[in-house]
C-alpha cells in the first residue's frame, strides 16, 4: 500500500478487511494495512467513533469482525470487480437486465458509480443483452476484466491470442475499449504487432500481461462506430452501393455495420466489403429506400438471385381464380342437343324425366 495513503482511506480498506476476513486480528490487519499493530488498533477506534459496531473478541479465535445492525456504506468495487460481477449476472439471470427487477436495481446502483468507460459496454449489455452466449464464444471474465482496467488506465497490453484450435499468436496493443456488439465481446485498438487497427474478439485472448506503458487514445473516440466500421472492411468482395436519399434518412436504416456513408453525387454512397454478398443483399433488400449497387459483380448477381426467387415465391402464392360452377337450366322437352351452337348461352342440358311431375339436369358443358 501507498505510504501516503490518508487516514480515511486506510479506516475505509481496515473496514472491508474486517468485512471479508471475520476475525482478523489487529496484528494481520496492520500487515494488510502496512502499518504498526499499534496503528491498526486505532483505525478500528476510528471507526467505532463512526458508530459501525465492530466487534472484538479475545482468545486463540478472536479478533475483529462487523457486529449485527450494521447498515453497510456504499460497497467498494474496483472496476475490474464490477466489470466481472456485472457480466457474471447478466449471463445467469437474464431479467437483470430489465431496472425495475430487483437484482436489476442493483445493477443500476453499480453502473451509476463506474467510470464512464467501464460503465458504457456495461449499459450496451443492458440495452441489448440478446441471447445467452454459447460456451465456444463465453468470454473469461478475469480476462475482460484486465483488459477493462488496461483501457480505463491507458496501459498497453500483451497478449496471447487464439488464432484456431492449435494456432496462438502473441500480441503487442494499444486496448482503447471493450465493446459488446452482435452478442459478442471486442476489444479495439491499435495492435504494434500487425501495425493497423484490430478488432479482437475477447473470447479468444488467452492471457493478458498490463505493461507499464502508457498510450493516449483517438480523441473523440466513438467505440461502438469504430467497431462497426471496422467490423465491415477488410472482406474479399468490394461493396459499393448508391442510395438516392439524404444521409439522414439514409442513416437511419442502414447500420453502420453494414458499411461507412459518404455524400455523393446524386445521393449517398455506402462503402464496405463482405465474404457474404448473398447476406448483404438480404440486409440491403430489407431497406424501404431507392439504391443502385455499383463496383460490385458478385452483389449484383446475388441481388438478382434474390428477386428472382422473391418473384418465384410470388407467383406461387398468387390465387387461381375460382371457376364458377355450372348451373343446371331447365328447358322445354324436345330440345334437340345435337343441334348447332348459334351463339352463347345457357350450357347444352339433357332433360330426362324421372317420374311424375320431376326433372333431373345434367350438364354437358360449363360456363366459361
Known sequence: MRRDTSPTARALLA???????????????????????????????????AHLP????????????VGRGLRLPPLMFSAAEALGLVMAVLEGHRDAADPTELVGAALSKILRVLPQPVAEPLRAVRRDPGPPPEEARRVDAAVTSQLVEACTRARRVRLTYRLGPETERPMEVDPWAVVLRHSRWYLLGFSH????????????????????????????????????EHLSEGWRHPVEVLFRETIDDTARWVPRSLGRLEPAEGGVLLRATTDSPEWYARQL???????????SQALVDAMAELGERLSRSAVSARPTPRRPSPRATELPSGYDPGAADDGPGPPR???????????????????T
Open 349 to 367: 342440358t339433357r332433360v330426362n324425366p324421372t317420374g311424375p311431375g320431376s326433372t333431373r339436369s345434367r350438364s354437358r358443358g360449363a360456363v
Open 193 to 228: 504487432t500487425r501495425q493497423a487497427v484490430r478488432a479482437l474478439r475477447v473470447d479468444r485472448v488467452v492471457s493478458v500481461f498490463a505493461t507499464s506503458q502508457t498510450f493516449t487514445p483517438p480523441p473523440d473516440l466513438d467505440a461502438v462506430r469504430a467497431l462497426e
Open 15 to 49: 473496514l472491508e478487511a474486517i468485512q471479508d476476513s471475520p476475525g482478523i486480528t489487529a496484528q494481520r490487519l496492520g500487515e494488510l494495512l502496512g502499518v504498526t499493530e499499534r496503528a491498526a488498533r486505532r483505525y478500528v477506534a476510528i471507526l467505532r467513533e
Open 54 to 65: 465492530i466487534e472484538s473478541a479475545t482468545g486463540p479465535s478472536g479478533g475483529y469482525r
Open 285 to 295: 433488400a430489407v431497406t424501404p429506400l431507392d439504391f443502385e449497387v455499383r463496383a
